[in-house]
DNA sequence: CATGGGATTGACT
DNA sequence: GTCAATCCCATGC
């Protein structure tokens, strides 16, 4: 269960997959997970990439808890640490469908329209209010100050497609390692449009 | 110690 | 569609 540690310390590639549909919640606010990216320290995207330094320290080690990071000086993305301890894996998600909490995100994110709540990896932590503050905290046991929870029924059988790059890197993009649930509009990035049928 | 780039967003044209 | 904002941190001199 995503309650348990071990869930985690799968490949990082079914954690990725296994993750969207579930519930990310942090204190009264909560969404469904619609879209996530898997990243692996054997790959130039990703942070642990160049090995364990003070800021990567968190992706090589348990899995089961987070990675916050800033981005672009401005942004908090989180990630879930995936794979063993020892091993840099993590999975980034990148949007969210709101589900509890709908007020205070709208108090949070300002004036947007309920559709760009969550539908962006920097738009989602602060809509939930995950800050800096908040890496490398469980995401297991009890009452974790970030949980993941089991997919909802209605999300029991979504269908997921893995067909996308990763968004807004410029290393190892020819992996397909975005995973969203398909046909979704709460994306943060359409798919790429299908190639045009022979004639 | 200086520098440059990045898993982004929002405002503007 | 384009572009600036903004800061942490890895790298190189």
Redesign the pocket.
């Known amino acids: 269960m995503t309650s348990d540690p071990a869930w985690y310390a799968r490949p990082v590639l079914d954690v990725a997959r296994d993750l969207v549909g579930c519930v990310l919640r942090h204190g009264d606010t909560s969404g469904v997970i619609l879209e996530t990216?898997a990243?692996h320290f054997t790959e130039a995207?990703?942070?642990?990439y160049?090995g364990i330094?003070?800021?990567?320290r968190v992706?090589w080690g348990p899995p089961g808890r987070s990675?916050v990071?800033?981005?672009?000086?401005?942004?908090a993305?989180f990630?879930a640490v995936c794979e063993d301890d020892g091993v840099g894996a993590?999975v980034?998600v990148r949007a969210l469908e709101p589900l509890d909490g709908i007020e205070v995100m709208r108090m949070r994110?300002g004036p947007v329209k309920e559709s760009?709540l969550c539908n962006?990896?920097?738009?989602l932590t602060q809509a939930l209010g995950i800050g800096l503050e908040l890496n490398d905290t469980p995401l297991t046991g009890a009452t974790p100050p970030i949980a993941i929870e089991p997919r909802p029924p209605a999300w029991r059988d979504v269908d997921i497609v893995r067909t996308a790059p990763?968004?807004?890197?410029?290393?190892a993009v020819e992996l397909d390692w975005r995973f969203s649930v398909r046909g979704h509009r709460g994306v943060?990035r359409p798919l790429p449009a299908p190639p045009p049928a022979p004639r």
């Open positions: 990216e990243y995207a990703c942070h642990a160049v330094t003070e800021r990567t992706i990675y990071y800033r981005s672009y000086g401005i942004h993305l990630n993590a980034l994110r760009e962006g990896p920097g738009k990763r968004i807004g890197i410029t290393k943060s």
